[in-house]
């Protein structure tokens, strides 16, 4: 039974990571990346920032759902994945390619770039799926980038159900996650809905 509608090079490039092996359990649930791409078409998004490049799929959703002038940028310490597998399925497809643009180095240095050349307000969604320990910054980051209205949507918000159920035998990673997750609940500035979507998705508007 399929349920999730993927586009052809979605799953070319999906296929494509399961080759990687271990490392292919960092790819994003599609029904993460199908539900963010329904929420851009909905708010009528051209700018989305993705934190956490990987072999490039969020980046390929986002683009994807964006109009022909939209813009996506991704951010990773390391482009090892996506310059094996995503480069090379990006390469034949320039009219995707030419709506992202991958930054490589510390994702909060870039965002905060973004900040002081003047990006705050004008950025439409944003997509959280890096390491987890640097997930409250990421989460302030965007809210100063987002415009008001704009989405953001934090991958692996209910990291193997520990957040929701035992807080007290939480890994390091958990805590970090149970730490953004309580920061949004106390942000005046936000709207939110934790789902249990793939490994939990949070969902947040910015008022």
């Given amino acids: 039974m399929v349920s999730v509608k993927q586009n052809e090079i979605e799953k070319e490039l999906y296929n494509a990571t399961f080759t990687l092996g271990k490392e292919s359990m960092m ?3 599609p029904e993460v990346l199908q539900f963010g791409k329904n929420f851009i078409r909905l708010i009528h998004a051209k700018r989305c920032l993705d934190v956490g490049t990987f072999t490039g799929a969020s980046a390929l959703a986002w683009a ?15 482009h090892t994945a996506l310059n094996a597998v995503g480069t ?8 995707i390619k030419q709506k992202i643009k991958f930054h ?7 965002l905060d770039k973004l900040i002081f050349d003047g990006e705050s307000g004008k950025w439409d969604f944003a997509f959280i799926d890096a390491d987890k320990q640097n997930y409250p910054k990421y989460y302030e980051k965007c809210m100063i980038l987002l415009r008001p209205g704009g989405v953001i949507f934090i991958d692996n918000a209910l990291w193997s159900g520990k957040v929701a159920t035992d807080p007290n035998n939480l890994t390091e990673m958990g805590k970090e996650i149970d730490e953004t997750n309580k920061l949004i609940a106390a942000d005046v500035q936000a709207d939110n809905m934790l ?13």
């Fill in 104 to 110: 490589l180095g510390p994702a909060v240095d870039a």
């Fill in 27 to 29: 790819l994003g649930a």
């Fill in 88 to 95: 090379p399925i990006f390469d034949k497809h320039t009219e």
């Fill in 64 to 78: 994807l759902a964006l109009p022909a002038d939209g813009e996506v940028a991704s951010f990773d310490l390391d």
């Fill in 195 to 207: 789902l249990n979507l793939g490994d939990g998705c949070h969902v947040v508007f910015k008022k």
